[in-house]
């Protein structure tokens, strides 16, 4: 079964720089959502997309940015990057935005050095 | 105080035995309870789910709710070595449906 597709798998980045994460959500899933993982800690969501229209906003700092484009891929911006924002990124969609059954990525580590 | 509490563990077991990863919330408007698995460096997968209170069976792992107490388990009868992993409950929230994240379990079973 077709799962959700991230990429790139890690990323090592210099302070100050950008990076582009990219998901690719279960066919006919339409809610997409970002979460940012620290070591030993839950998964905090940053933002959630709902038929390419934001449908939520949870911690995602100013310097983020995404979107949900017209074939439902999502991409996830982030500029002037810092030491603290490296983590695990996770992507995770599902079928509907009302129900707490999300399918996940395997995940982007970025590395900020 | 966090929505959703649980012991970070990490719980340590032979294999064979029953497990009991708990649970609490302090929100009495949660409607269901999800519990996730989450492997090492991977992302977290869905376990199972439950509405109410009770128990829901799947296989080797059941789910208990009792929203009296507002208190989740899971047991896992019949442990693995590769039930080691992290186990997060996760209500989704009565607002907006996000999940409200415990901060997981860490499970290991020894062989």
């Known amino acids: 079964a077709a799962g959700v597709i991230q990429s790139p798998r890690h990323l090592i980045k210099e302070k100050r720089e950008t990076a582009t994460l990219k998901c690719y959500p279960i066919?006919?899933?339409?809610?997409v959502y970002w979460y940012q993982q620290g070591p030993g800690q839950d998964p905090q969501f940053l933002i959630s997309?709902?038929?390419?229209?934001?449908?939520d906003k949870g911690s995602i700092p100013d310097r983020f940015s995404a979107q949900q484009f017209s074939d439902y891929h999502s991409e996830l911006n982030m500029s002037s990057l810092e030491l603290g924002d490296s983590a695990l990124y996770f992507c995770?969609?599902?079928?509907?935005?009302?129900?707490?059954?999300?399918?996940f990525g395997e995940g982007s580590r970025l590395t900020v050095l | 105080q966090k929505e959703v509490e649980q012991d970070p563990g990490p719980l340590s077991v032979p294999e064979g035995a029953i497990v009991s990863l708990n649970c609490t919330y302090s929100?009495?408007?949660?409607?269901?309870f999800m519990w996730y698995r989450q492997y090492s460096r991977k992302g977290p997968e869905l376990l199972m789910y439950?509405?109410s209170s009770g128990n829901k069976e799947d296989g080797r792992f059941t789910a208990q709710v009792d929203k009296s107490s507002k208190y989740i388990s899971l047991f896992i009868r019949d442990s693995q070595p590769s039930d080691s992993a992290t186990y997060l409950c996760?209500?989704?929230?009565?607002?907006?449906?996000?999940?409200?994240w415990g901060a997981g379990t860490k499970l290991i079973i020894k062989p």
């Open positions: 066919p006919r899933h339409d809610t």
């Open positions: 929100n009495s408007a949660f409607q269901y």
């Open positions: 997309f709902y038929e390419k229209m934001q449908s």
């Open positions: 995770a969609s599902s079928l509907s935005p009302n129900t707490g059954e999300l399918f």
């Open positions: 439950t509405y």
């Open positions: 996760a209500p989704p929230s009565d607002s907006n449906y996000q999940l409200i």
